[in-house]
Nanobody, 112 residues
Framework: QVQLVESGGGLVQPGGSLRLSCSAS????????ISWYRQAPGKVREFVAS????????EYRDSVKGRFRISRDAAKNTIDLEMNSLEPEDTAVYYC?????WGQGTQVTVSS
């Protein structure tokens, strides 16, 4: 079974950038879709972005389109989320997911 470990979170000012990374151990299949979700305090976990391992097809939630970019490195088994023009509303714990497997999450705080 795949195991996922996120890294790269931190504190950033509004308008700043962060790059999150999800390291996957185990086998990722061509048909798998790897996703990033986030959960803010008191809110439900929500989809942020995903990428299909086979064809690199990407999807984004509307509020991050044009600001976030998901990518994968098949050689390293990593899935990155580049986040630009960050807003306080992006503050959340960000999780990597494939099927029913979740990472432990990494905190992103956007504040001046």
């Amino acid at each position: 079974q795949v195991q996922l470990v996120e890294s790269g979170g931190g504190l950033v000012q509004p308008g700043g950038s962060l790059r999150l990374s999800c390291s996957a151990s185990g086998t990722i299949y061509a048909s798998d879709r790897i996703s990033w979700y986030r959960q803010a305090p008191g809110k439900v976990r929500e989809f942020v972005a995903s990428i299909k391992w086979r064809d690199n097809k990407k999807e984004y939630r509307d509020s991050v389109k044009g600001r976030f970019r998901i990518s994968r490195d098949a050689a390293k088994n990593t899935i990155d989320l580049e986040m630009n023009s960050l807003e306080p509303e992006d503050t959340a714990v960000y999780y990597c997911n494939v099927h029913s497997v979740w990472g432990q999450g990494t905190q992103v705080t956007v504040s001046s």
